[in-house]
């Protein structure tokens, strides 16, 4: 009798210290709760990693914010070593009538996103690396726009060269420019059309391949010149729209495994909220059957930042990539409601006419929120302006967690303010 009242104690005890012993077993019951504060909440930046928009130092201080505080992106480099190599080989591959005025010049122009983004920064030095253009600075390889070099006596790059069975040809950045508007919003679309108009109406059959540091612009500068011309146009993103054009002439993309970081996005969450390992439904298997593979992504514990692995899409590939907003099959299994009740986010994305975010990113969160039983609340910003964002975070006490894609990656701290008050 003694000995079952020990037992009986003991287990008593062990029940009871579970239960006091952290703050994600006073989430369970479903509904938000406001025992946590809101700087103790899960917070997962992502796309735009906070950083030093000019050195490109991270800003620790914000990944670190809490201890459920991660990085959500992709390999920026191995990524831009994939695109400058697509680039690489469709030249050697096809060089028959590339030099499309016979100059002996293999001329192309580069759009660049947002000269303080680190994925931009990232593809410039990886497009120029693989051309033989890059020109080393104090920060590694030179990531400047060059405006126009027509006569190749920029400082900015290099002219590069590259044979080809017995011939061998310069390679040259004729132009390149960030494709910001008048407002301020990078990655511009519209603004890239405009460039190519200028930049053709200048150089026109100079210009052999048109490359940019994503699909957006890239699209923008082949419906508007490429296409009709004949010359092939790189991005990176692998948007629907993009990959679809590979088959009238679009040279290429990336994938930036989408698919794989909206899943990491807001798994991450559901998983600090479940008071659950960090890595369930990741690196191991959830009880739905959900798990990633090493080959798809890393996580980095100095950066708490997990990354994606690109993926070439190219002519031999296209066709598996055509829709762009499938869940990855691997983490597509439902979640039950009762082991994993709703909880709810508020997830902003930093400029709602943005062609990645808006057409590949937040069309896979929305179907990942449902497998994952968040109930998100979208915001979509301006591109422009963070207080336009930061205004709609009013009450942060309303959400068990946070998604945050900033307008400037050095803005972190307008967000975490909110959090800590
Ligand atoms: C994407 C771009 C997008 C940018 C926004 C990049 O990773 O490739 O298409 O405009 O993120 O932050
Ligand atoms: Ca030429």
């Known amino acids: 009798m003694k000995k079952f009242l020990a037992l009986a104690l003991a287990i008593f005890m062990v029940f009871a210290l579970v239960g006091c012993s952290g703050e994600t077993t006073t989430e369970g019951g479903g509904e938000t709760t406001t025992e946590v504060a809101n700087n103790e909440k899960p917070l997962v930046w992502f796309n735009r990693q906070p950083s030093n928009s000019t050195t490109g130092e991270l800003d620790m201080e914000a990944l670190s914010f809490n201890d459920n505080t991660y990085y959500v992106g992709f390999d920026a480099n191995q990524g831009a070593e994939l695109q400058g190599q697509m680039v690489l080989d469709y030249i050697n591959n096809n060089i028959d009538g590339l030099d499309r ?16 983004h680190n994925d931009s920064i990232a593809r410039t030095r990886g497009v120029r690396s693989a051309l033989g253009t890059a020109v080393e600075g104090e920060n590694g390889i030179v990531s400047d726009a060059v405006g126009t070099n027509t006569d190749g006596s920029s400082t900015v790059v290099k002219d590069g060269s590259i044979t080809v069975g017995d011939t061998t040809y310069i390679v040259r950045e004729l132009a390149s420019q960030e494709m910001k508007n008048s407002s301020g919003a990078t990655w511009d679309a519209p603004t890239a059309g405009n460039a190519i108009s200028t930049w053709s109406a200048s150089m026109g059959d100079q210009i052999d391949l ?93 950066s708490r930042s997990y990354y994606a692995l690109n993926v070439a899409v190219t002519g031999e590939n296209y066709e598996d990539f055509l829709d762009s907003t499938v869940p990855y099959a691997p983490v597509s299994n439902q979640l039950d409601a009762t082991a994993h009740p709703t909880k709810n986010v508020w997830l902003d994305i930093y400029n709602s006419s943005d062609n ?42 309303q959400y068990d967690a946070f998604c945050i894609n900033m307008v400037k990656t050095d803005n972190a701290a307008s967000y975490t303010a909110l959090l800590n008050q």
């Open 101 to 116: 005025n016979g100059d002996g010049i293999i001329g192309y122009v580069l759009a660049i996103g947002d000269i303080g």
């Open 210 to 302: 048109v490359v940019s540091n994503n699909d957006g612009m890239g699209m923008a500068m082949f419906n508007g010149w490429s296409k009709a011309e004949g010359v092939p146009t790189f991005g990176y993103d692998a948007n629907a729209d993009a990959v679809a054009a590979i088959a009238e002439g679009y040279g290429g993309t990336i994938s930036q495994h989408a698919d794989v970081q909206a899943y990491l996005t807001l798994r991450l969450v559901r998983n600090a909220l479940d008071g659950v390992d960090i890595n369930t439904g990741i690196s191991t298997a959830d009880d739905a059957g959900n798990t990633l593979s090493e080959d798809v992504y890393y996580y980095d514990e100095a």
């Open 356 to 397: 990645f975010l808006s057409a590949t990113y937040q069309p896979l969160l929305q179907k990942y929120d449902d497998l994952l039983n968040l109930n998100v609340e979208y915001i979509g910003g301006d591109g422009q302006n963070e207080s336009n964002i930061v205004n709609r975070l009013g009450n942060p006490s």
